[in-house]
């Protein structure tokens, strides 16, 4: 079992960033590929970022791609979502999951899942 846990979530304007954090207990993280995934409300969740378990590759939705940035620290058993010029459509609770690998943009591929941390993005 991985229990996961995000932070860094709040408000910020458009434009900002905003570094989002999850950490991990329960078992190591380099057993695992990680995602970042957000739900917007009246909206379905949507993938956003994803990182190999290895690190050496990174996946992200078009929406996102050129401003936000997926890593993992081994050692701190950590993962990160650095957002960059954030938008209001970028509004949305933020969501970490660990799985096995595969293909990292599907939710389905994901065992383990946070709770949540809330980004809002004023206009």
């Known amino acids: 079992q991985v229990q996961l846990v995000e932070s860094g979530g709040g408000l910020v304007q458009t434009g900002g960033s905003l570094t989002l954090s999850c950490s991990a207990s329960?078992?190591?993280?380099?057993?695992?590929?990680m995602g970042w995934f957000r739900r917007a409300p009246g909206k379905e969740r949507e993938f956003v970022a994803a990182?190999?378990?290895?690190?050496?590759?990174?996946y992200y939705a078009d929406s996102v791609k050129d401003r936000f940035s997926i890593s993992r620290d081994f050692d701190k058993n950590m993962v990160y979502l650095q957002m960059n010029s954030l938008k209001p459509e970028d509004t949305a609770a933020y969501y970490c999951a660990a799985g096995p690998g595969g293909r990292l943009e599907r939710s389905t591929t994901y065992n383990f899942w946070g709770q949540g941390t809330q980004v809002t993005v004023s206009s």
């Open positions: 990182i190999t378990r290895s690190g050496g590759s990174t």
């Open positions: 329960g078992r190591a993280l380099y057993s695992y590929a």
